[in-house]
């Protein structure tokens, strides 16, 4: 069988209608209001409920909380029906999101918040990173202390997706300032719609992914109740962001694969159609080697990314080959797409065409999610 026939193991019928249904979705709805979307800096508000209607959201939640009741190969297959149309849109996070509440909230915090956002109507965000800490999350000084019923928060998240349209974010705070380390940290959901005290910066001004917001978030003696904690005590969150972070490496891999999948298709129909010395440039035989590379690694990329979904999907996926796969996968979306870029010459660099707005989108990939490098101390320490 040549890689052309391949076909991702975890693949079935009813998947394939999943699959033809979201590309539509995505193709009719969204695809065509990428460029508005691009020069706002934001989708529009009402594609979160039009992704809602159409069963895009939360496909792998459970029914019983408003989601699409399948498995990780459904989040896997809207993540990439997204990154083949070139459209950014933060599904990816509403997912994440969903999961901190599924797998550490109590079920009257599931029912309450996991159907309104399968429906659209509450938007997720997730929100460590702040100005002083990034990698360094143990370093967070976003304080909650509790006040009677309710947790008072106070400090600022910066680089947060979603924050523009968001209705509920996840937020790492420290519950105890005195504990050392990791200890103090907890995840508290604050639903923000009319919240005295939260206030979101503009979108911030990116390199590229401009299809999406990404926003600075200032909380200033917010009060929220103290239900709202994720789990059943405090100092669990940093506990609880280490364990979830597979499935969000993951789904970046899934959208790293798909990108480098589709610079090599649009760049060899790029080069069999743009002519130089009087021939098409895939006559050239540097063109073809530099192809026959990028089609190779991006098959190689494929299959490891459905043996990490068949593992993911089994239960079975370990950190470090999580870490592994969003480290290379990511790193490979953008040499590939550096070399699809050159491909096509000058006119490569111009924004009007996908292989140069992919190759600017490419880039956070590496960065964001926990960057490669320490991808590369988490596969480090397990040697
Ligand atoms: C477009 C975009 C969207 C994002 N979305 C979100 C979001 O929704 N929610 C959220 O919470 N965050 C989000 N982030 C933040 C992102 O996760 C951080 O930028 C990332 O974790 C890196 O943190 P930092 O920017 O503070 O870099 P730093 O931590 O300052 O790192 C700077 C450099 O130092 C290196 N470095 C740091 N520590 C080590 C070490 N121990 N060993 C080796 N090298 C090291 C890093 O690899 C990096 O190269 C987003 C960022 C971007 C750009």
Request: a negative charge; charged letters at 20%; aromatic letters at 10%.
């Amino acid at each position: 069988m040549s890689s052309m026939t391949y076909q991702s193991p975890w693949m079935n019928d009813e998947l394939r209608m999943f699959r033809a249904t979201v590309g539509q979705f995505i193709g009719k709805e969204f695809a065509p209001n990428q460029d508005r979307w691009r020069e706002e800096h934001r989708p529009d508000a009402e594609a979160w409920s039009r992704a809602g209607a159409a069963s895009i959201l939360l496909p792998d939640v459970p029914q019983e909380y408003g989601g699409g009741g399948g498995t990780f190969a459904h989040e896997a297959i809207v993540r990439d029906e997204l990154a083949q149309a070139g459209v950014h849109f933060g599904s990816g996070v509403q997912s994440i999101v969903a999961r901190y509440i599924l797998c550490y909230g109590r079920e009257e915090q599931k029912l309450n918040w996991l159907p309104r956002m399968a429906r659209g109507e509450l938007v997720g965000a997730i929100a460590m990173s702040e100005p002083a800490a990034g990698t360094d999350l143990q370093g967070i000084k976003t304080t909650a202390r509790r006040d009677g019923n309710d947790y008072v928060i106070n400090g600022s998240k910066t680089f947060i997706t979603n924050g523009l349209h968001a209705g509920i974010v996840c937020l790492a705070v420290k519950t105890d300032v005195s504990a050392a380390g990791p200890k103090g940290i907890s995840l508290i959901m604050v639903e923000v719609e009319d919240l005295a005290g939260y206030h979101v910066g503009l979108p911030l001004e990116k390199i590229g992914m401009h299809g999406q917001d990404t926003c600075e978030l200032f909380f200033d003696e917010v009060r929220v109740p103290a239900w709202n904690l994720l789990g059943t005590a405090e100092g669990n969150g940093f506990f609880q962001m280490m364990e979830q972070l597979p499935y969000e490496r993951l789904s970046i891999a899934v959208g790293a694969v798909a990108t480098t999948e589709l610079a090599v298709a649009i760049t060899t129909h790029y080069v069999k159609d743009r002519e130089a010395f009087g021939k098409p440039l895939i006559d050239f035989q540097n063109t073809r080697f530099k192809l026959a590379e990028c089609k190779t690694e991006a098959h190689i990329s494929r299959v490891f990314l459905d043996n990490c979904i068949e593992r993911f999907i089994a239960g079975q996926l370990d950190d470090v080959t999580a870490a592994m796969a969003k480290y290379w996968l990511t790193d490979c979306q953008c040499r590939i797409v550096d070399e699809c870029l050159q491909l096509h010459g000058g006119y490569g660099y111009m924004t009007e065409y996908p292989i140069a707005r992919m190759w600017a989108d490419s880039r956070v990939q590496r960065i964001y999610a926990g960057t490669n490098e320490i991808m590369k101390e988490v596969i480090g320490w397990a040697l």
